[in-house]
């Protein structure tokens, strides 16, 4: 059976074995720059505001 290509998360090319999920270096290492700058968010616990705790 036939999978379709997978392709880049970052770029939409076909990916690599090699640098799999990406297909090359550079978009494996602009995934981990996005994940260190905080562009991306995990979902978690609500926060509780500082005027939550006085009330």
């Not at 290509?5 to 090699?18: H, L, Y």
Request: hydrophobic share 30%; charged share 35%.
């Amino acid at each position: 059976m036939n999978r379709p290509a997978r392709k880049c998360p970052i770029c939409a090319k076909p990916c690599s074995e090699e640098h799999a999920p990406f297909c090359s270096t550079r978009c494996r290492d602009r995934d981990l720059v996005k994940w260190l700058d905080d562009g991306y968010v995990l979902a978690g616990p609500a926060v509780n505001d500082e005027n939550d705790e006085e009330a």
